[in-house]
């Protein structure tokens, strides 16, 4: 094995981030929030009531947009009818306090029940998310925020129809225009806090994999269903708090209070912001909610302006304001870069204990319309072993690949771990049984760091439920701090620590082969699938990723290796499979292989 | 009752029908829904309203005005929303790029015309009934436009370049096809025919901005239902989908006749969200 000996930093550039105090880094993301905290809670000392309200409205605002950026900047999903959850919370709190349809209810009990129903619908309405495609699921949004008006409308006996109903006035220290605005102020505080707590957690990184490497996210065993669904809940629940208090500062809604107007406010407050920031849509609120104020004019033509700035966000600056904020990212990285694995450091990695047997795969056969991609395939992968899959191209070597991790439910035959059969398409519970993979095109979230990246990898080892995450509880943080050592531990052993902090995207090709070879180790994977690692690759760079593999394979992990390198696969494997047509025609050792006359004669060349 | 729920049916229907011909051909030629496909349709009541009533153009002159603007806004969709986003890896783009011009249009609409319901004029000076135009005329219009496209991309060239661009854009490319002229003028043809929807249904929806949205919606169902790109599917299901909506706002009021097609739309695409006619998923890995 020929690791580079001496540790150096290979190439001379300071450790941005993650080397400095962690204490100093989290003070520098919290100074905007604190900052925004100070000004809001000074705002009485130096403005009227008129904008008093105004803030007031912004805060309830916030309290909606927080849960749906969860939704529509995190996981990605376009959820344009969000006001129909405002006016089910708005109704649900006004009912109940005014007594229409039960006795009279506290407002804080009206409130938390108008969170409960914005919960429950906020699933419902999510619902489809999961099976739709993206306008589809647009649709169904803006098909429910039609409905909830109309039924609000003609539901009379209970909403007071067009006429209206009053809405709920909180008691005590809150019931003045300052006091409601300190209690809305909390609320708006809270859920800042909150949903900041989710997107620095695994939770927030799962959404993101969700939203732009969806096929990657399975493969880490993010469960989709169950993660959209938990956030839906959330983020419904505060579009019904934020309901009630709408009511409240409206002090008497009728339908005609929910224009569409709100929804593409709310929505479009998240894209001026950014995708997968807190702090991009928290000032894209206060922005939308104040800049109508500014003058009369604006005030009827203020739909029209958002809808022109969304199309100004969409065509000119898709990330946003958190984009313009980020300028850690504009700084130029270093020109030369050079990948220096250290497989040395894989011990702190693969600390793993678990012995694992033989993956076989028995007789899989699946087709593609007419075309047979694998025909009874027979494979054994033994662990500590690296197996090359080789073959021309169409020989069904990646198909394979995807039956193993999931993707293809075979049309016959079985894939058996230690002798227990894997659940057949089902991609996102491979995870759990420690099979790792790397994708041809490599599959990142370009929007996140490399770090957060290579930290998706280790997911389902966390273990802190979602509302640890969202209220930062102890297991939050041992989850958090595991994860980021594991991850920077990975990042070492590929030779890219020094990049951690550096968005995804601005790598270069080949450093994104490495990160999601780091990203697999995560895992602490038995098998570990490699899709074409060295594709793309200098020959220096193959010498080290040749190194790597083994390395990886001595720590008792099976490594399943498609290449097309033939001096790759003949350097490194101890064993190789060749196939043609979607059949195996030829097992055993390299040598046995470079003497095979079929082979020779159908893939290798004479 | 029955007649007048037949009438309003079909007709209603017939609007819908021809919006979902409308995102179908605008889909077909980039593979793109466009929230613009209601607003077209809504701009068709509109600006036959504006034409003839407020500036007294002649039907006939109106109405070739009302398509040729409609298919101006298909032309500007294209260019604006549609072009900048599809080099874009991110597929999600054009929703939020169409759905921001559709609300421009929508709000500049409002707010230069009018919030209200305005009345659109009589086209043909005939005598009412049961039989009136306000109900044959869309169902007219919306048969021209299914078997005009037909024979469009059965019988002509052009249709047939549409038809390879929808199949395969980049076989169609090494093909020396001129992909982007022939989007454009897909999204002229698509302009046009929501134009019509609006126009030739502007008795019965009247000339109102919030139609927008409305036939944005109604017009998406039958496609969803019917499978994407079937014309005919979106025809047989926009005209089930306007009869079952006025029986059911006749016979139990127009909040059900919402929800249950609205409950519709939403468990038939669960069961099956490739639509009822439409193909199994394509491969993702």
């Known amino acids: ?606 | 009752m029955l007649e007048s729920i037949i009438a309003y049916g079909l007709a209603t229907g017939a609007v819908y029908a021809m919006i979902g011909v409308t995102y179908n051909v605008m889909f077909s030629a980039s593979r793109v829904f466009s929230f613009t496909a209601g607003v077209l349709g809504m701009l068709g009541g509109v600006l036959g309203s504006l034409f003839i009533l407020r500036l007294h153009l002649p039907a006939a002159l109106g109405f070739v005005a009302t398509l040729a603007a409609g298919a101006l806004v298909g032309i500007v969709t294209e260019i604006v929303t549609v072009r900048p986003v599809l080099k874009s890896l991110d597929q999600h783009l054009y929703v939020l790029s169409t759905l921001a011009f559709a609300l421009l249009i929508q709000q500049f609409t409002a707010i230069e015309w009018s919030t209200e319901p305005q009345p659109f004029p009589r086209l043909l000076p005939l005598p009412g009934g049961p039989l009136d135009q306000q109900f044959w005329l869309p169902i007219l219009a919306c048969a021209a436009t299914i078997i005009g496209l037909e024979l469009l991309y059965r019988r002509t060239l052009v249709g047939r370049a549409f038809l390879a661009i929808a199949e395969d854009s980049y076989a169609a490319r090494a093909l020396g096809l001129p992909e982007q002229r022939l989007r454009m003028a897909s999204y002229a043809l698509a302009g046009a025919i929501g134009a019509l929807a609006g126009f030739a249904g502007g008795e019965v929806l009247l000339a109102f901005f919030a139609n927008a949205p409305m036939l944005n919606f109604y017009g998406f169902v039958p496609v969803a239902l019917g499978g994407m790109g079937s014309n005919r599917g979106a025809a047989i299901g926009g005209l089930a989908l306007g009869l079952f909506q006025q029986a059911a706002n006749f016979l139990v009021g127009g909040i059900f006749a919402s929800v249950a097609v609205f409950a519709v739309f939403i468990v038939v695409l669960l069961a099956r969200p490739e639509g009822l006619a439409g193909a199994g998923t394509a491969r993702r890995v």
């Not at chain 1, 995190?74 to 306090?97: H, N």
């Not at chain 1, 029209?304 to 984009?323: K, Q, R, T």
């Not at chain 1, 195996?584 to 003497?595: D, F, K």
């Open chain 1, 1 to 606: 094995m020929d690791a580079p000996a001496p540790p150096r930093a290979p190439f001379g550039v300071t450790e941005p981030a993650l080397v400095r105090p962690k204490s100093m880094a989290t003070l520098e993301m919290a100074a905007p929030y604190i900052g925004l905290t100070l000004a809001a809670i000074c705002l009485p000392l130096v403005s009227d009531d008129y904008w008093g309200g105004i803030a007031t409205r912004a805060c309830v605002y916030w309290v909606l947009v927080s849960g749906l950026n969860l939704v529509v900047g995190f996981a990605g999903q376009i959820a344009i009818g969000w006001v129909a959850l405002l006016t089910l919370g708005a109704y649900t709190a006004s009912v109940l306090t005014a007594g229409t349809a039960t006795p009279e209810l506290s407002p804080y009990l009206a409130l938390i029940l108008a969170g409960s129903a914005g919960a429950i619908f906020g699933v419902i309405v999510g619902l489809p998310a999961l099976r739709l495609r993206t306008f589809y699921f647009a649709m169904t949004t803006l098909g429910f925020a039609t409905i909830v008006t109309q039924v609000a409308l003609a539901w009379g006996s209970v909403t007071g129809g067009g006429v209206g109903v009053a809405g709920p006035i909180f008691p005590g220290p809150f019931s003045t225009q300052w006091g409601f605005y300190y209690f809305c102020l909390i609320l708006a505080a809270l859920c800042t806090w909150m949903t900041a707590n989710i997107a620095a957690s695994r939770f927030g990184r799962g959404l993101i994999a969700i939203r732009d490497a969806e096929v990657a996210a399975e493969a880490c065993g993010i469960a989709k269903p169950v993660l959209l669904m938990t956030v839906f809940l959330f983020s419904g629940a505060a579009a019904g708090v934020a309901g009630g208090l709408f009511a409240s500062l409206q002090s008497y809604i009728t339908p005609d209070a929910f224009t569409f107007d709100l929804s593409v406010l709310f929505f479009i407050a998240i894209l001026i912001g950014g995708r997968g920031s807190i702090l991009g849509p928290l000032l894209g609120t206060i922005i939308l909610t104040v800049l109508p104020e500014f003058s009369a004019p604006l005030v009827a033509w203020s739909t029209f302006l958002y809808a022109a700035l969304l199309l100004l966000i969409v065509l000119a600056i898709p990330g946003g304001i958190a984009e313009l904020l980020d300028y850690k990212n504009r700084r130029p990285l270093e020109r030369h870069r050079e990948i220096v694995p250290r497989p040395d450091l894989l011990p702190r990695v693969l600390n793993r204990t678990i012995e694992a047997g033989p993956l076989i795969l028995d007789g899989i056969t699946l087709s593609f319309g007419g075309v047979r991609a694998i025909d009874a395939l027979d494979l054994e992968l033994r662990p500590g072993e690296v197996h090359g899959l080789i073959g021309p191209n169409g020989s069904g070597k990646t198909t394979t690949l995807n039956v193993i991790s999931g993707y293809y439910p075979p049309q016959a035959g079985v894939a058996r771990l230690n002798g227990i059969a894997l659940p057949p398409g089902a991609a996102p519970l491979r995870a759990s049984r420690r099979i790792a993979r790397t994708f041809q095109t490599p599959r990142l979230i370009g929007g996140a760091s490399v770090l957060q990246n290579v930290m998706i990898g280790g997911t389902i080892d966390g273990h802190g439920s979602f509302a640890e995450s969202l209220l930062a509880l102890p297991r939050h943080w041992r989850d958090e701090t595991r994860l980021r050592e594991a991850a920077l531990s990975a990042l070492s052993v590929v030779g890219l620590a020094q990049l951690g902090a550096v968005r995804a995207d601005r790598l270069q090709h080949s450093e994104l082969r490495f990160i999601e070879i780091a990203r697999a180790l995560m895992l602490r994977p038995a098998f570990l699938l490699l899709d074409e690692p060295a594709a793309g690759l200098s020959a220096e760079e193959i010498r080290r990723l040749g190194a790597l593999i083994v390395a990886i394979s001595h720590h008792g992990t099976g490594v399943l290796l498609v290449e097309h390198h033939a001096d790759l696969i003949f350097d490194i494997c101890d064993r190789i499979t060749v196939l043609n047509l979607g059949r195996v025609l030829a097992v055993g050792t390299p040598a046995e292989i470079r003497s095979h006359r079929e082979v020779v004669s159908a893939y290798l060349g004479a």
